[in-house]
Structure formats: structure tokens, C-alpha cells
């Protein structure tokens, strides 16, 4: 039995891992095949080069399938994790900082999916672009709504009656109802 005093940094009962490697040292983590498990509140990178950082995902496969991101909402209440009804599920933030004499931070846009119907057999989603409109709030400009049928997507784009909506091209309407809110 040794006491502190009689062992080393290097001892398991001093170990300091920040004495040792820094993240700077790591050239790679595991190989393919392998899940890379990170038990932390927030990862944060910094970098003050031009268009960085930047993360690549990378798909080496000779075949049609890409690289992916998953947001993954499970609720832990007992022994269910069954979703809710208008659950958020992942969410997407774009941030700037504003001009005032001490610039702030400010939420430009941000995308999320949520949950619009979690019923089994009639699950259905929500994607919704949000975008800051000249007070700084977030309002959303495009709702994409999984609809109440199957093959269904029912799309809400603007926001309040002074929104400007411009298509470019051709407007080609493949049903046969065009409605107006009020007298053209």
C-alpha cells in the first residue's frame, strides 16, 4: 500500500489524462465499423481560420446511399419511450452577431422536425424553417405537415398577410381547387 505522497503523477491514484495527450495529438479515433460513444452537455469548437471549423462526413461505399446525421428524441418515463404528439425532435440553429455599439448574438434562422401525430400507423412529422423577420423573433416561413391520409404533405409557406411569396417559372397546380383568402 503506498500513500499519495510516495506516488507519482503517472499512479492511477494521480492520473491527470490533461497531463498526458491534448485533443490536438489525436490524429484519428477508431477504424470502420466501430461507434464512437461521447457522454458530454455540449461538444464546442473553435477555429479562427476562414470557413472553419467545418465537419465532413465522409461515405467511402461503392453505392447510392450518402452520409448521415440522426436526431434522436426518446422520452425515458419508466419502461416506455413512446413519443408525443408536437415532440421536438432536433433542431437546427443559425447564429450571428447583430450591429448595435456591442454586438449580440442573435438567432437568424434555425430548422426543426417535431412530431405531428406519434399515433402508431398514422405517424406523421412536422418540418418547420424559421427565420428572424426584422424585430429578431423567429417566425416560421415554410411548414411541412406529415397530412391526414397516406401520401399526403400539406405545406403552409409565409408568414402573416403582409408575407410576399415569389415563384419563379412556371406555377403548374396539379389539383383542381385554387382558393383566395379575399377578393382579387
Not at 30 to 52: R, V, W
Not at 153 to 181: K, Q, R, Y
Amino acid at each position: 500500500t503506498s500513500v499519495p505522497g510516495e506516488i507519482d503523477h503517472d499512479s492511477l491514484l494521480n492520473f491527470a489524462s490533461n497531463e498526458h495527450f491534448t485533443m490536438a495529438d489525436i490524429d484519428s479515433i477508431g477504424t470502420d465499423g466501430d461507434t464512437l460513444s461521447i457522454f458530454s452537455d455540449t461538444i464546442s469548437m473553435s477555429n479562427a481560420s476562414t470557413s472553419h471549423p467545418s465537419i465532413t462526413l465522409t461515405n467511402r461505399a461503392n453505392d447510392t446511399l450518402s452520409s448521415s446525421i440522426t436526431f434522436l428524441k426518446q422520452r425515458v418515463d419508466g419502461s416506455t419511450q413512446a413519443g408525443q404528439d408536437n415532440d421536438y425532435l432536433g433542431k437546427l440553429n443559425f447564429n450571428g452577431y447583430d450591429d448595435q455599439g456591442t454586438p449580440g448574438v442573435q438567432n437568424y434562422a434555425s430548422i426543426y422536425g417535431q412530431i405531428h401525430d406519434a399515433t402508431s400507423g398514422e405517424e406523421s412529422g412536422i418540418l418547420k424553417l424559421d427565420v428572424a423577420n426584422h424585430d429578431g423573433g423567429l417566425g416560421t416561413g415554410l411548414t411541412l405537415t406529415g397530412g391526414s391520409e397516406n401520401n399526403e404533405v400539406d405545406v403552409t409557406v409565409g408568414l402573416g398577410t403582409n408575407s410576399v411569396t415569389t415563384v419563379a417559372g412556371d406555377l403548374t397546380i396539379s389539383g383542381d381547387t385554387l382558393s383566395f383568402a379575399s377578393s382579387i
